[in-house]
């Protein structure tokens, strides 16, 4: 049976095709298309008409392609920060539906979480030593405590990247003084992880999808390398740290590895994580390609 997800995340629509059979499930296809539902402003508490505008197209896309591969027996589409928080995110839902055809769940952010953690275990090589999961979205960061077998903790941050860009709009390049201010909100905004993580001795970030995939791009000597992991050197990540810092979105769209829609969010995204990394304590960085879709694609095989 062919089940695709749509993960409409606040910057990007992620699509996973794959063939679920007897409890298991094989990638057949995947797309990812700008959506960048943070045009025209998120902290309106509203999505815009360009918002609305930019997720149509990205569904055009993301539904044709998924017709040239042979279409699905069920498709999915999963509706996160931007739209949850929005009060017209319920227009939004049944605007998508219409045009469609596809039924929107707008899930909560423990859910997101959740389902990111679901998706990292099948990634990640995993032990039962606790591990800090990332995810950094648009809309929002979801942090998840976790091992192979337990999660222990979990919440998210609506601390996304588009929400930063808004509410700093940085200089180009940033300056250091803005480095400092963007800082120190996050570490006051972080407050709640910075104590669940009080109780644990952890020493492994585990970040999944979006900027992570960049960092991993950007520093990986084979980029098409299929492994769903792959281990960041700490020295990689602070190299590329100072690189992304010092940078001009002219020189990042010239960088390999960079996509056209991380331009502009991945220096605070890179903010963001070496914070978490510095803070955490964090000594051992690992990229994980599965995500959100991953986790759902391993539910639905369940009651399949």
């Not at 942090?143 to 930063?164: H, T």
């Amino acid at each position: 049976m062919r089940i695709a997800v749509i993960d409409m995340g606040t910057n990007v629509y992620n699509l996973l095709l794959a063939e679920v059979s007897n409890g298991m499930w094989t990638r057949v296809h995947e797309m990812k298309q700008p959506a960048r539902l943070g045009d025209g402003g998120l902290g309106g508490g509203m999505l815009t008409e360009q918002a609305f505008r930019s997720a149509a197209h990205a569904m055009s896309q993301l539904t044709a392609q998924l017709a040239a591969w042979g279409g699905a027996e069920k498709t999915y589409a999963l509706a996160t920060s931007a739209v949850r928080e929005a009060k017209n995110g319920v227009d939004f839902a049944q605007f998508i539906e219409k045009e469609y055809h596809i039924s929107v769940q707008i899930i909560s952010g423990d859910r997101e979480a959740e389902l990111i953690c679901k998706g990292i275990r099948q990634g990640a090589p995993l032990t039962g030593e606790p591990v800090l999961m990332l995810d950094i979205g648009g809309g929002s960061n979801e942090f998840i405590i976790a091992n192979d077998k337990e999660m222990f903790w979990k919440q998210s941050f609506p601390l996304g990247m588009a929400r930063l860009l808004e509410k700093f709009k940085p200089s180009n390049p940033i300056t250091a003084q803005e480095t400092t201010c963007v800082q120190q909100y996050l570490d006051a905004a972080l407050d709640a992880l910075w104590k669940a993580l009080e109780p644990y001795k952890i020493t492994t970030l585990v970040g999944s999808s979006g900027s992570f995939d960049t960092y991993r791009a950007m520093l990986a000597a084979h980029t098409a390398d299929a492994e769903p992991s792959y281990p960041i050197a700490p020295d990689d990540f602070n190299a590329l740290y100072a690189a992304l810092l010092h940078s001009a979105a002219e020189e990042r769209r010239a960088m390999k590895g960079m996509t056209p829609v991380r331009v502009d969010f991945i220096v605070l995204a890179v903010i963001f994580t070496h914070l978490v990394i510095r803070k955490a304590h964090i000594t051992n960085i690992l990229q994980c390609s599965y995500s959100l879709k991953e986790g759902f694609i391993q539910e639905i095989c369940k009651i399949i």
